[in-house]
């Protein structure tokens, strides 16, 4: 007879962030966060901490600047050391058809709209609320 714990895969604490944050609701969480920070166990432990979106980005050595909007095809235009973007992530959510783009900037900023910082705010207590479940 086989052992039963062979057969019981048991998820860590990071296995599980990682599971979850791929799942499709969490797809443009889950570009910001690859885009200010590499280290996996970092990420996790910064959202296990934050409060918020803005905590979050914090902890993660960054800060939001709000602005009223963003033309995306401008920006795209400004990628690069010279232009001061370094990753565009236009993200689009169907159920709401909206556009939440966001800007990850050289200068260690994070540039939204206050829709797209309410809307990844909301996301994160999603999120946090699964990985606790």
């Known amino acids: 007879m086989a052992d039963s714990s062979a ?7 990071q296995q599980r962030f990682d599971r979850i ?17 590499g280290d996996r166990a970092a990420v996790c432990e910064a959202v296990h901490r934050a409060n918020s979106f803005e905590e979050l980005v914090a902890g993660l050595g960054h800060r939001i600047t709000i ?3 963003i033309h995306i095809a401008d920006c795209y235009s400004r990628t690069g050391r ?13 159920p ?10 050289f ?3 994070l540039t939204a ?3 797209s910082a309410a809307f990844f705010n ?6 946090k609320r699964q990985l606790e479940a």
């Open 67 to 69: 602005i009223k909007q």
């Open 7 to 13: 057969n019981t895969a048991v998820e860590n604490r």
């Open 82 to 94: 010279e232009g001061g973007i370094k990753s565009v992530l236009p993200f689009f959510d169907i």
């Open 21 to 37: 944050l791929c799942l499709e609701p969490f797809k443009g969480l889950k570009a910001i966060l690859d885009s200010l920070s």
């Open 113 to 115: 709209t206050p829709k």
């Open 122 to 127: 909301g996301l994160l207590a999603e999120f």
């Open 107 to 109: 200068d260690s900023t």
């Open 96 to 105: 709401t058809q909206s556009a939440l783009p966001t800007l990850v900037n």
